[in-house]
């Protein structure tokens, strides 16, 4: 087992692994061809490129905007998320690619958020991209971690996915939260089935649900 320390990540090594997955991320972007800017993904009915722009929205919206874009969405959070992030789809590509390298470095939260959901954030949209596009996007054991254990223990805003009624066990870092039939697997895997990447966790995990499935 990979020695990891702690589980929750310092701020400002949690803000190094964010800029680092931005721009690794806009690199990653900025190679695409047209086609593959529309692909779908596994986070809804978004397609490659209204990922991409979501992941630009959080650090450049102001309380102002929120407040509107709220109303504009008649009080519906997820919905709220949804159409600005189709509506920001809708720019150039190369501006989306821009808008994305334009956040590395800042710090600034989406109002209502904490300091750890921006790396929960890229994490999962990364994974998100990489899986439509068939490519392998390597996760950081340490910040996987970090983003699961906020999965784990998020009360505000709500989780969109339930927790597994199982024992999770992560067998590359030290992490074990829930009770009942273990599931058993590399911690990026356990954080993209507690945020509902289901078909993308299962081959890579072992134990009670892939037996289910």
């Known amino acids: 087992?990979?020695?990891?320390?702690?589980?929750?990540?310092?701020?400002?090594?949690?803000?190094?692994?964010?800029?680092?997955?931005?721009?690794?991320?806009?690199?990653l972007l900025a190679s695409l061809g047209p086609d593959e800017w529309e692909l779908p993904t596994?986070?809804?009915?978004?397609?490659?490129?209204?990922?991409?722009?979501?992941?630009?929205i959080a650090p450049r919206i102001t309380y102002g905007t929120a407040v509107r874009e709220f109303v504009r969405a008649r009080g519906n959070l997820d919905g709220m998320i949804h159409d600005t992030a189709?509506?920001?789809?809708?720019?150039?590509?190369?501006?989306?690619?821009?808008?994305l390298r334009s956040?590395?470095?800042?710090?600034?939260?989406?109002?209502?958020?904490?300091r750890r959901e921006p790396l929960l954030d890229i994490l999962v949209h990364g994974q998100d991209i990489a899986l439509a596009l068939g490519r392998e996007r390597t996760m950081p054991a340490e910040a996987a971690r970090d983003a699961a254990d906020r999965v784990w223990t998020m009360r505000f805003p709500p989780r969109p996915w339930p927790l597994p009624r199982h024992r999770l066990v992560a067998t590359d870092v030290e992490w074990t939260r829930g009770e009942g039939?273990?599931?058993?697997?590399?911690?990026?895997?356990?954080?993209?089935?507690?945020?509902?990447?289901?078909?993308?966790?299962?081959?890579?995990?072992?134990?009670?649900?892939?037996?289910?499935?």
């Open 103 to 114: 956040v590395i470095g800042s710090r600034r939260l989406a109002p209502g958020t904490t």
């Open 181 to 213: 039939e273990e599931i058993s697997g590399p911690i990026f895997a356990l954080l993209l089935l507690l945020t509902g990447r289901t078909a993308a966790a299962l081959p890579r995990l072992n134990g009670a649900l892939a037996r289910d499935e």
């Open 86 to 99: 189709v509506r920001a789809a809708e720019r150039p590509v190369a501006e989306i690619v821009s808008n």
């Open 42 to 56: 596994q986070c809804g009915d978004w397609r490659v490129r209204d990922v991409a722009a979501h992941l630009t």
């Open 1 to 27: 087992m990979i020695p990891v320390s702690g589980v929750v990540l310092g701020v400002d090594e949690r803000w190094q692994i964010i800029d680092r997955e931005r721009a690794g991320l806009a690199e």
